[in-house]
Structure formats: C-alpha cells, structure tokens
Nanobody
C-alpha cells in the first residue's frame, strides 16, 4: 500500500504564493505519474498539474504561467509552487500518484487533501 501525505496548504491573500508538498511512502517499486488535483467548493475534482518520472509536465490552462510542479524521484516527493494566487484557486488540493507496487501489481493512490484558501 502506498500512502501520500500533503502539506503546505493554508490561507493566503490574492496575489500571494504557497508551496504544496507531497511525500509518498510504502510498498512500491516505481512511481510513474504524480499530480495535483483540486476540488473547489461545490465543484468536481479537476487536474491542476502532473509530472512524469522523466520530468514531463502538464498543466491546466487556468494555472499555466502561475504554478510549477516538480518532483524528486530519489525522495519520492513532489512540490507545487503556486504564485499569483486568485480567489478561484480556493479548493482542497489532492496529491495523486500511480506506479508499480510490485513487478505484477500497479497502484493508484490519493492523499487526504490540503485546503488552500485565497482571500480577496
């Protein structure tokens, strides 16, 4: 079983910055994709950013140029640097990871979520 633990959420003013971190632990041989999703109040969960094991990134249009995702494969960690935050960035942010638990078994894991609130 693979556990993901997020940290770094909180309250920030419009235009401010926050850095989210995610750490993966447990039984795994490799992590393929890591990503950040968010769920604004009353809305569905949506992809924010993802990064593959070789560093290829993908961003939602709404965060391009403001957010940057990075990961450390040796430490099984991923960060999301969020700049120029807007009220519409307010959401619960979830860490996601998939990969191989063993050579024959894959895993898909989610973190418990961390709240980001951007106040006007």
């Amino acid at each position: 079983q693979v556990q993901l633990v997020e940290s770094g959420g909180g309250l920030v003013q419009v235009g401010g910055s926050l850095r989210l971190s995610c750490a993966a632990s447990g039984n795994m041989t490799s992590i393929n994709i890591m990503g950040w999703y968010r769920q604004p109040p009353g809305k569905q969960r949506e992809l924010v950013a993802s990064i593959t094991s070789d560093g290829n990134t993908n961003y939602a249009d709404s965060v391009k140029g403001r957010f940057a995702v990075s990961r450390n494969n040796a430490k099984n960690t991923m960060d999301l640097e969020m700049n120029s935050l807007k009220p519409e960035d307010t959401a619960v942010y979830y860490c996601y990871a998939d990969g191989r638990a063993t050579w024959y078994r894959v895993f898909v894991s989610w973190g418990q979520g961390t709240q980001v609130t951007v106040s006007a």
